[in-house]
């Protein structure tokens, strides 16, 4: 499918180049996290990225579950599993997890319904900042360090009523924003649509570190450089 050139894989191994990570996040997701950069101190493979080829290998199920647990870098090497049960492990060479995965009711292998969930939801997710994070935190009057902006990606979940679709979309349903001192946890609940019903839900969360009060100025300026980030890659690959 389309992930051969973000990854490697050999002998049920898969390891990331930092070039790899980042050119998915930016070409397939449209994240410009600066986690994914190349050059980043903190640099992580998008979780996403694991998303879909854990989808790709182990195939769609009706109800799937993925919660994050470590942080993938280029110098990681993770065993992927050939099927999934009620809770696998995904480990390294030396067990550390990194993510445990469950799925369970009807499966399909259709590499066409399998690749537009992945396009789709990879979409949305990768539109998590600026697009929906900003105006939850607006919403709450705070805001992340702008020093060192930590959104990480904890965990997400799909239940699907049927899985014989050849194209799907995402629709934002509602969002939580729940703190705890300078923490703060979010969650996006979204509908999956396919020929204009509703097939089936999800929810993503995702941990915000570092809160202080919302600033309006400091917002507009980390949106500013996020946007900027992205202006300057597009100019660079065009």
Do not use: W
């Given at each position: 499918?389309?992930?051969?050139?973000y990854?490697?894989?050999?002998?049920?191994?898969?390891?990331?180049?930092?070039?790899?990570?980042s050119d998915?996040a930016?070409?397939?997701?449209?994240d410009?996290?600066?986690?994914h950069?190349?050059?980043?101190?903190?640099?992580?493979?998008?979780?996403?990225?694991?998303f879909?080829?854990?989808?790709?290998?182990?195939?769609l199920?009706?109800?799937?579950?993925?919660?994050?647990s470590g942080m993938?870098?280029?110098?990681?090497?993770?065993?992927?599993?050939?099927?999934?049960?009620?809770?696998?492990?995904?480990?390294?060479?030396?067990?550390?997890?990194?993510?445990?995965?469950?799925?369970?009711?009807?499966?399909?292998?259709?590499s066409?319904?399998?690749?537009?969930?992945?396009?789709?939801?990879?979409?949305?997710?990768?539109?998590?900042?600026?697009?929906i994070?900003?105006?939850?935190?607006?919403?709450?009057k705070?805001?992340?360090?702008?020093?060192?902006?930590?959104i990480?990606?904890?965990?997400?979940?799909?239940?699907?009523?049927?899985?014989d679709?050849e194209?799907?979309?995402?629709?934002?349903s509602?969002?939580?924003?729940?703190?705890?001192?300078?923490?703060?946890?979010?969650?996006?609940?979204?509908?999956?649509?396919?020929?204009?019903?509703?097939?089936?839900?999800?929810k993503?969360?995702?941990l915000?570190?570092?809160?202080?009060?919302y600033?309006?100025?400091?917002?507009?300026?980390?949106?500013?450089q996020?946007?900027?980030?992205k202006a300057?890659?597009?100019?660079?690959?065009?």
């Open positions: 499918m389309f992930l051969e050139k990854c490697h894989i050999s002998n049920d191994k898969v390891s990331f180049t930092r070039q790899q990570a998915f930016k070409q397939i997701a449209d410009f996290n600066p986690l950069n190349i050059d980043a101190k903190r640099f992580c493979v998008p979780g996403d990225l694991l879909a080829l854990l989808l790709e290998r182990v195939g199920h009706q109800e799937m579950s993925f919660k994050f993938v870098t280029d110098t990681t090497t993770l065993t992927l599993p050939r099927e999934v049960k009620q809770n696998t492990r995904i480990v390294d060479d030396n067990q550390k997890e990194y993510l445990s995965m469950s799925a369970s009711g009807d499966h399909t292998q259709s066409q319904a399998i690749e537009a969930l992945t396009r789709a939801y990879v979409e949305f997710s990768g539109h998590t900042f600026p697009h994070l900003v105006a939850l935190m607006q919403e709450h705070v805001m992340i360090n702008p020093a060192r902006p930590m990480m990606y904890e965990s997400m979940a799909i239940e699907l009523d049927r899985l679709f194209d799907i979309s995402l629709r934002l509602s969002t939580t924003l729940t703190i705890e001192g300078k923490r703060g946890n979010a969650c996006l609940s979204f509908d999956l649509i396919a020929q204009g019903e509703v097939i089936g839900h999800g993503k969360y995702m915000l570190s570092g809160l202080r009060d600033c309006q100025d400091t917002i507009d300026n980390i949106v500013s996020y946007n900027d980030s300057q890659y597009l100019v660079a690959q065009s």
